[in-house]
């Protein structure tokens, strides 16, 4: 250990670069691990309040496999199949629908497209067991017929609140409760009754829904090739939202590059430095160091170093995504910053070990003028 320490202190600049650089990586990923997970809240929240233990979509024609929230129409025959084969207290109607929101009523709102606000509408039923976890800001949690709940965010932007009308697709709602804020395919939520969303969504069939919500895990044989749906869970579900996996697949292929580029950084650092130190290592040896000694002497240094850059890289990712988060959809928490942090260090550590095998081949001989 005290030569390594030496080491350090010696060709600090060096090791400070490295330092440096794992600070750099970690801080990015930091962030991006972040905003991932932001984007991602920003897509499922909705979904996820729900706590439906499944989600029943129309299947598409041809290809069950790909099942989507934006096509899915369930007729009020499949509701009524699902509900006399796993029992009507376990099934709810759920109405999905992206559109506009104005303030006032339908005669009083604006017509102006700029007075617009884009928002998703989830439609419950009255007296839904759904979305229990609703933490209400004002007013009432769950929509009636005639009326909405509006998001937190969404209420401060139309400058709207409780007792105030206003106007989704043409179709005039009293606003009876603000709630904190959820999203849908990152629109802010409007909580409706079913009873007023084909209004809103514009549908012929008053019955008519866009997913059931299943408060069982349990689907009986059969019953979704009788009613041509798919029942997911909640995680398999976010797979039918639009363009959910793709843009979480992108986020996360970059964070992927970054872990793999942290472990060439290190392995290439320390790969030199060894070359260097060749000479000195040869020195050792032959005043009787093992070769256990100068490897775990070598891997000292690695730890910490790269310990120090992930720490600082880490704190830097904290301070930057609370900054962050008032602009962009950023998730701060211990696993946001734990992950790369444990990530960068320990694919760190698996470099340095192939870098510094070439600590055990040297040979004493080098150190007495051998060749």
């Given at each position: ?36 997970n932001?984007?991602g ?27 989507s ?10 509701t ?21 929101a ?33 933490s209400?800001?004002?007013g ?15 209420a ?45 969504a ?14 069982t895990d ?86 910490v ?28 928490s ?20 192939l ?17």
């Amino acid at each position: 250990m005290y030569l390594s320490l030496r080491d350090i202190t010696f060709a600090k600049g060096r090791f400070a670069l490295l330092a440096t650089v794992a600070a750099l990586i970690t801080l990015l990923l930091v962030l991006l691990t972040g905003l991932t997970n932001g984007l991602g809240h920003q897509n499922t929240s909705a979904l996820e309040r729900l706590q439906a233990q499944r989600f029943v979509l129309s299947a598409p024609a041809g290809d069950a496999s790909d099942p989507s929230f934006t096509t899915s129409r369930i007729t009020a025959d499949e509701t009524r199949a699902w509900r006399d084969t796993v029992g009507a207290h376990h099934v709810e109607r759920l109405g999905l629908v992206q559109t506009t929101a104005r303030a006032g009523d339908g005669a009083n709102s604006s017509a102006d497209a700029a007075s617009a606000t884009s928002v998703a509408g989830v439609a419950l039923e009255p007296g839904s067991r759904l979305a229990p976890g609703l933490s209400a800001v004002n007013g009432v949690t769950h929509p009636q017929d005639g009326t909405a709940v509006l998001s937190e965010t969404l209420a401060r932007e139309m400058n709207v609140g409780v007792g105030d009308a206003v106007t989704l697709a043409g179709t005039s709602l009293k606003v009876t409760g603000v709630v904190a804020d959820e999203y849908y395919s990152h629109v802010p939520v409007v909580w409706l009754s079913m009873e007023d969303f084909p209004a809103v969504a514009h549908t012929d069939d008053p019955e008519q829904a866009t997913a059931l919500a299943l408060t069982t895990d349990t689907v009986p044989e059969g019953v979704t090739e009788r009613t041509a749906t798919v029942a997911m869970d909640t995680g398999d579900a976010f797979a039918a939202l639009p363009a959910y996996e793709s843009e979480q697949g992108s986020l996360r292929m970059m964070q992927g590059f970054l872990y793999g580029i942290s472990a060439l950084v290190v392995i290439s650092f320390l790969t030199v430095w060894t070359i260097q130190r060749t000479r000195d290592i040869a020195v050792l040896r032959a005043l009787g160091a093992s070769r256990g000694y100068v490897v775990r002497d070598s891997l000292l240094q690695a730890v910490v170093v790269l310990t120090i850059g992930v720490l600082v890289g880490g704190g830097l990712g904290i301070a930057g995504g609370a900054l962050a988060g008032s602009a962009v959809p950023f998730v701060l928490s211990a696993a946001t910053m734990a992950l790369p942090v444990a990530g960068v260090l320990a694919l760190g550590l698996i470099g340095s070990v192939l870098a510094v095998r070439r600590v055990s081949t040297v040979d004493p001989m080098i150190a007495l003028g051998g060749n």
